[in-house]
């Protein structure tokens, strides 16, 4: 068995995010200080005056690789409350999985669904019942970089949809976002284009189903074959959750 992560890192400061985590790293000698004091203890009492090293994060939930639950599309999706991040099955996060490869698609532009047919065509692939669908665009290779957010291409609605007909629960993208980038929607909307903001994820209130931002190393992986796990933290009423995504090859 193979593992294979898929996942970007949640870091302090990260230029690839225009919220970003910030990270209070607190070292061992700190630490050693900071847990003795309530019980009249001093470093002196830990062995080589060393504590337990430990971390305070200031986040938000859309932060690094994570799954979008339905809450976060609206209130309702198919005429229920939606489902929150606690409240997804687990069900839905692992399972059998296939790669949809458009990453000859330009910058910006609009993922359709004459774009899931020619590539599962060229993967001779297909889509069944409660597979997990991973778009790879290819833009995660500019995580780390100021514009990572702002040039992928982002899935239509019709092309979501298409993909929810045939069953599918969960679909991840290598992009930022599962739209395309914000200031391309806002652009188009201004302009006229009748819902032009957020398409893909608005179809999440007619239609329940969560999708997964900022996975990476998909190009490791085969277009089919293979298992996939990523399993949302448990936050109640949350509309998202990190995940560690990772990929499993027999």
């Not at 209070?24 to 005056?49: Q, T």
């Not at 597979?131 to 040039?151: E, F, N, S």
């Not at 395309?180 to 398409?199: C, D, I, S, V, Y």
Request: aromatic share 10%; charged share 30%.
């Amino acid at each position: 068995m193979k593992i294979i992560d898929l996942s970007v890192p949640i870091e302090h400061r990260a230029k690839s995010e225009p919220i970003p985590a910030t990270i209070r790293y607190s070292s061992h000698a700190e630490e050693a200080k900071f847990l003795g004091k309530p019980f009249g203890a001093s470093e002196k009492d830990f062995p080589d005056g060393l504590g337990l090293a430990a971390e305070e994060l200031q986040i938000i939930t859309h932060c690094g690789t994570h799954l979008d639950a339905p809450w976060h599309f609206g209130p309702t999706s198919e005429g229920k409350k939606s489902k929150t991040i606690d409240e997804v099955p687990l069900e839905w996060c692992y399972g059998d999985a296939c790669v949809i490869d458009v990453s000859h698609k330009e910058d910006k532009s609009e993922i359709k669904v004459e774009d899931m047919e020619t590539a599962l065509k060229k993967a001779r692939y297909k889509i069944r019942s409660k597979d997990i669908v991973l778009i790879r665009t290819g833009r995660d290779k500019a995580w780390g970089r100021a514009d990572y957010p702002w040039t992928h291409p982002g899935m239509s609605a019709e092309a979501t949809l298409w993909l929810l007909d045939k069953g599918v629960k969960v679909i991840g993208t290598d992009a930022y976002g599962f739209d395309r980038p914000f200031q391309t929607m806002f652009e188009e909307h201004k302009k006229g284009r009748k819902n032009a903001l957020w398409p893909a994820h608005f179809v999440g209130r007619t239609r329940e189903y969560c999708h997964i931002e900022k996975l990476a190393n998909l190009e490791l992986l085969p277009q089919q074959g293979f298992k996939f796990a990523a399993f949302p933290i448990k936050i109640k009423n949350a509309s998202a959750g990190w995940v560690r995504a990772v990929a499993i090859l027999e």
